[in-house]
């Protein structure tokens, strides 16, 4: 297994998100020359908390959730007091019900219908009975689900929602996505937790969370603040531009600096900006092939429309997730729930509603007020809200970087950008956006820190990849 004997003497790191700051702060920390390249005017990332008029806004739902107390150790012992735990509140939003998150057969008889319970039942029935005669398959989204809870259970919950979510049919995006997303294994088991409640949350479900007072983003801020304070450097509103490679290392990096171009040289590069734009950047150019699969993977843009509200809530639900496609948001974030900080009083709330996209698409390219009346319009029609002058300002921020598509055949494509990148012994590239992997936070931190040990401690650079590939689902 690769370990590193390379001179470290200077590090650059791509990216201020939480990936690349947790490596930044503990090689800073280490008394290590750090300067992390990060292309926003802030630090976090997708992990930012961004603040306008007295109210806190985090991108989406990024609440801390993990059963891996070795991590929340780390972060509880870098904020203090300010990190915290809470509970859950979030549910279905499902033809103006409100149904458990994740879902429980139980609550579904109870609020939905005795005749839709009966057929979910039914058809899940007839499907493992088919199974007993015929190889069923599972090679992508639908016929995975399909074969685990029925056709009537997917088309309510599973099929309409991830449709909705990627843009995409469910049949053509990989079996991946299923295996790490879907809480319970199947609807027997679902069955059998209505009559057997468990004696506690699901293998890979926690109702618990961490949060900070101030917004998630607080945990990126503090994270910086370290680096700049042990002699390392965040070099904010600076975009990497170019990836220089000479000898088969990485011997450069060029930023934009203003008006000009900055070549800074390291001895180290940490990449988690976005793999395929990585592999474009590096010149002399990458293999004709690996630019190939970039050009195949995509990633998902949100358009994430911000309100205020002036009015108590809209809902006790901290979020709602809304899987009908008459709703132009996919899910609902109301952050007092959070923190009442996030809110400049208790009698005002805010909103975060995230509206997926690809760059560059229809709803991309949507003028702010279309998407903002065809928000409202979803909002009064679910009858999340009644009168449309409680709101007092709204804004979008769009980030076109936030989930990487797991389309039937991806895997293939990133497989060969990753051998690519990883056979360059000074390059080490990891995270969501970083290696084209959906994990969570806390495998981001988690990544971070053990990237810092490999520099540090010559410790297996393969563990910082295997890190979050387990099967689990946090929501």
Request: glycine residues 8%; proline residues 4%.
């Amino acid at each position: 297994m690769s370990k590193t004997s390379e001179s470290t003497d200077r590090i650059l790191v791509l990216g201020g998100g939480l990936a690349g700051l947790s490596a930044g702060m503990k090689l800073s920390e280490a008394g290590k020359s750090v300067e992390v390249l990060e292309k926003e005017d802030i630090p976090g990332g997708l992990s930012a908390t961004i603040e306008k008029n007295g109210y806190l806004f985090d991108y989406g739902g990024h609440r801390f959730i993990t059963k891996r107390q070795d991590i929340i150790d780390q972060v509880q012992k870098l904020m203090g007091s300010e990190f915290r735990p809470g509970m859950r509140k979030t549910q279905y939003l499902l033809w103006g019900k409100r149904l458990n998150y994740p879902l429980e057969v139980g609550n579904l008889v109870k609020t939905v219908s005795p005749a839709v319970s009966f057929r979910c039942i039914s058809d899940y029935m007839w499907i493992r009975l088919k199974g007993k005669f015929v190889n069923l398959p599972e090679d992508n989204f639908e016929a995975w689900v399909v074969k685990r809870f029925g056709k009537h259970l997917y088309d309510i919950f599973f099929g309409q929602y991830t449709q909705k979510m990627w843009g995409l049919p469910p049949s053509n995006i990989s079996r991946d996505w299923a295996a790490q997303r879907i809480s319970i294994l199947n609807l027997g088991d679902a069955v059998r937790q209505m009559f057997f409640p468990p004696k506690e949350d699901p293998r890979t479900y926690t109702r618990q969370y961490y949060y900070c007072d101030d917004g998630i983003g607080r945990i990126s801020e503090r994270m910086a603040e370290v680096i700049n304070n042990t002699g390392g450097r965040v070099r904010y509103s600076s975009p990497v531009k170019q990836v220089h490679v000479a000898d088969g290392r990485v011997e450069a990096i060029t930023v934009a600096n203003g008006d000009d171009d900055l070549k800074l040289h390291c001895d180290l590069a940490i990449s988690t900006i976005p793999l395929t734009d990585l592999v474009k950047m590096i010149t002399p150019a990458a293999p004709a092939d690996v630019l190939a699969s970039a050009n195949k993977l995509r990633y998902r843009a949100v358009a994430f429309l911000f309100m205020t509200l002036d009015q108590e809530k809209i809902s006790d639900n901290d979020a709602l997730y809304v899987p009908e496609p008459r709703y132009v948001f996919f899910r609902i974030e109301q952050y007092k729930f959070w923190s009442m900080k996030m809110v400049p009083s208790p009698d005002k709330t805010s909103l975060c509603l995230e509206i997926s996209c690809f760059k560059d698409d229809d709803v991309w390219n949507s003028p702010d007020e279309v998407l903002y009346k065809r928000s409202i319009e979803g909002l009064k029609h679910s009858g999340l809200l009644q009168d449309e002058s409680v709101v007092t300002d709204y804004f979008i921020h769009r980030r076109d970087y936030v989930y990487p598509v797991f389309e039937l055949g991806y895997s293939e494509h990133a497989v060969k950008i990753r051998n690519y990148v990883d056979s360059i012994p000074n390059l080490i590239c990891y995270g969501r956006q970083g290696y084209y992997q959906y994990i969570h936070m806390h495998h981001v931190i988690a990544k971070g820190f053990q990237a810092a040990d490999h520099v540090l401690t010559g410790s297996d650079r393969s563990l910082i990849q295997t890190l979050g590939t387990e099967e689990e689902y946090f929501g």
